[in-house]
């Protein structure tokens, strides 16, 4: 063993021996793959394109004088000496472009200059910075039809408009369809680029509302055509009106590529909205926004001077440099998205259309009057008995629609929401120079120096941002934090070091004065109004002015702490208020837990609508601590049902089984049915907490761990959020937080794992903990009057017969003690009895199936004949035994009990 290894250590080199290294191989696809050989690659295309523009510019006005000479001399121009061409790149530029253009496709052939302009870039970013595949078929679809067109339409004149290619490809179709319908494809040709490219909406004019009754009805005289936009609703008014308002600015088009619409409104503001579905996907690009409002051209004059207002509008990201005289550190002023403004006032609002529906809502009555007699009544009956939409008539091949018992529901319109205050950002010049020179004079006493430093604007605080010189250590900035705040002399200052994926160091100062964000803004912004969110809730406004719209299906739960007063109603209005601007009754169930009874009491309107509740409750507003263990139990018990039915129609999750449930793929008969989303709100979890403690803890640890997939998601709020309150259980189950201010830093720490939240100065200015980050945003405004608008607006609408209802929840305790009241029977216990001794089978889904009874109907007569002696006690999974064997044998108890 020693002596093979001996053998296996190579002896140690000779030094003297030691050859100089060789070379390594190189293949040629190593070659072609290197980096630098695709840049070179990349070089050679660009200069290619740009010399072939200027080759084919160039021939659009020397063509005449050197056509002559190179039919004269073809190939041999490049040897022929005295050859004198007009082409600005020589006797090469007029070749190429005589085989190009006079040859090949005419002027259709400046497209190859895009070609080989898009594989010259990518080639040189070494990214797919343009589609090349997109940009080779339009050059294909684009040289075969360009061409023709091109010589159909310019046919007699003497410029080869067309090239030889399109010359003869006119020629072929003249010949075979003849003039006419050349003339006809090519226009077919047009139209269905344009169909393709912008896919216009074609509608057949609808019939218009009876005037009569709209006026009757309303009151005031509505024209039919807008009575007809106000109830389409929401989306498809935003889609017809911008086409008047949207004004592309050619200029600035030029300066942001012609890929951008630009958007302008009466005030100034110019919104730069993408036009590719990509670009609108990514929510960090959804807009680049310039402001032209007054209080930056303030800080335009101050700190640069003279900048010509009209050139400045083509710059895309606003970041201003200006010439800093008297000091060594100019204030860079960014500024960004105050999008949604300009949106919103371009936003056309639709006002509350009441009496119309109303209309509607009683021909609905109508209608179910005269349907009464039939057959799927007895279904209908039994749908609203467990407050759950029932199964849909109609045919088998259509999709099932949710909506569609309450198909003339409209979405609450944003005339109810009001704009508060000037929405405008202000900025005061003065205020900004003197934080920069404080943060400085700050930073200078301790011997830190700085290379630059910038400025965002945001409603309530500006963040400084700052670039230390090379070697100096964060963490020194980091610890002087109470020293710049004390120097500040300001609340509320918060040192982000570093910012996360900057590289450079923010301090985020509070304005003097603030802006408050409405919630209107928020909501007609295009964020809101196109994303594909299912709960997309808005939340509120981050610094650079970008809107904070997120799903609260992704998040999936939050929790939201924060002292007395500092915003957490209004936050869970704004929250609420979002789902309610973009949910149907039928998509979303609210479960309202108040213990404070004012703070939700507001949604008591749309109980029919939104809101879920236990069986046999009153209030569908949760006040009372026993009353929430039972809902939390009772939501428990919907997640494991969800579950259940997931699993027998193979589905993951909520989206996938509502998929497969409105493509009629699940049998209703089976118990499936379109599962809303259920959101649990719960105002003040301290006090639960302190109440129930465990009880309260453990359903809710429960959900939120596992209800996601069913669509059940937690919002809870807490004004104490100390440790006891907030524990490590629920903590780890809600990823995402929110904190408003709390009295301390250790409050903080417990709901961000993060100081901070002690530093923000109230009002709805908060910390967001959400996808490992921390954000400070402005929460949205939304008033008390509001709300009422917007539930009384809803409450309006015809509802449901009653709440959702959350499966029945009986305490085991209580149930031990409680003897069924046999004198109050259901009316339909005989049937059920009968039911089950002829089947000999005691299953709660034998009678829901046969009885067309919902789940928490059968399962009270089940209790019932147990309580009877009918059937055995519950086996679990099993069917109780029947215990009573033939029908005579029943007769005598059905008249005993009689
Ligand atoms: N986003 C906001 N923008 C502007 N002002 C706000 C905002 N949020 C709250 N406020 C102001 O703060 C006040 C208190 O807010 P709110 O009632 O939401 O506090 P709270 O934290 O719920 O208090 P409590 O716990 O005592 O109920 C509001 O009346 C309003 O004036």
Redesign the pocket.
Known sequence: MANRLKKKTPPPPNPDELKPEKEAQVTVTEVVKDERTQKIAGAVSLLFSIFLFIAFASYLFTWKQDQDKVFQFGIKIFSTDDVQVRNLLGVLGAYVSHIFIYKGFGVASFLFCTVFFVLGVNLLVGKKVFSLVRNIKYLIIGLLVLSVAFAFFTGRLEFPFGGAVGEMMNAWLIKWIGRVGTGFVLGLAAVSYFIWRFNPTIKWPERTVKPAVAEDAVGEEVPPVIEKKRRRGKEEIVAAEPEEEMVPLEKAEKGFGSNNKLKKDGKGVVVIMPKDDEEVADPMTEFDVIERDEPRVEINDLYKNGIPEDEDEDVVEEEVEEEWQEDEFPLELKETAEDEESEEESLPVTRPERDPLKIKFNDKIDMELEIQETKDNHLNETAEEDGKPAARKGSLETLYEPTLELSDYQLPSLELLETHGSEKIVHDPAELEANKNQIIATLKNYDIAIQRIAATVGPTVTLYEIVPAPGVRISRIKNLEDDIALSLAALGIRIIAPIPGKGTIGIEVPNVRKT??SMKTLLASDKFQSNAFSLPIAIGKKIDNENFIVDLASMPHLLMA?A????????INTLLVSLLYKKHPSQLKFVLVDPKKV?LSLYRTIENHFLAKLPGEEEAIITDTKKVINTLNALCIEMDNRYDLLKEAGCRNIKEYNEKFTKRKLNPQRGHQYLPFIVLVVDEFADLIMTAGKEVEMPIARLAQLARAVGIHLIIAT?RPSVNIITGTIKANFPARIA?KVSSKIDSRTILDAGGAEQLIG??DMLISYNGEITRL????VDTPEVEHICEFIGDQQGYPQAFLLPEYVDEKEAGDRELDLGDRDPLFEDAAKLIVANQMGSTSLIQRRMKLGYNRAGRLMDQLEAAGIVGPNLGSKAREVLVKTDSELMEILDMMA
């Open positions: 408050v964000v924060g007395t007063g500092q915003g957490k109603s209004v936050g703070e004004q408003f009002k709805g402005q929460c949205a405004f």
